[in-house]
């Protein structure tokens, strides 16, 4: 089980809270070089999987669960800390991303299902990287920060739909063969 990747999963799994230290005591340079790299630890993690097969369960639902907590965190850190983002965009990803959670657990103790990315689920996450990354550096980038997270936000719904969609039209199907 403990794999390189599963190893990176649990490396970002400890760089949540160390983000959410050096943001709160206004280390915010620092705070994104650990983003940074908890970002690449999630693209290395995924790549040494599929290329060398060491795709396990656990990293299943632990990788995309470590990539939850570090989004979440990091839109509570924006919020509380300095009301650099909206309140309601981070009760938006905070329903959203529970919702997906609860139905992730849901599909997986009823049906043995994983829920894998799509390419629209990707294409969210990729937002709200550039959208964080420009919340770091919002001194710059402002207002754009802001519609990029917006974007994003969007993006991350209409994925959430469109998983629901697909799910509901593959169980449909398999309802009709029995």
């Given at each position: ?6 190893i ?15 943001y ?16 690449l ?28 907590v570090?989004?979440?965190t990091?839109?509570?850190c ?11 965009v ?31 689920g990707k294409?969210a ?10 919340t ?6 402002a ?29 449909n ?6």
């Amino acid at each position: 089980m403990m794999t390189l990747p599963n190893i990176l999963t649990v490396l970002r799994f400890i760089m949540v809270p160390v983000m959410a230290g050096l943001y709160i005591t206004d280390h915010n340079t620092a705070a994104l070089i650990v983003f940074l790299l908890a970002s690449l630890t999630d693209l290395l993690d995924g790549y040494i999987a599929r290329k060398f097969n060491q795709i396990t369960d656990w990293g299943k639902v632990m990788d995309p669960l470590a990539d939850k907590v570090m989004l979440l965190t990091v839109l509570c850190c924006f919020y509380f800390v300095d009301h650099a983002i909206p309140l309601f965009v981070l009760l938006i990803a905070l329903i959203k991303e529970c919702a997906m959670v609860v139905g992730g657990v849901f599909l997986y103790k009823k049906r043995d299902i994983v829920v894998y990315s799509k390419l629209y689920g990707k294409l969210a996450t990729g937002l709200f990287f550039i959208g964080v990354v420009l919340t770091f550096l919002r001194e710059h980038t402002a207002p754009y920060n802001l519609y990029m997270i917006y974007a994003a936000l969007l993006l991350s719904i209409t994925s959430m739909v469109l998983y629901a969609f697909n799910f509901t039209k593959g169980m449909n199907k398999e309802n009709t063969k029995a």
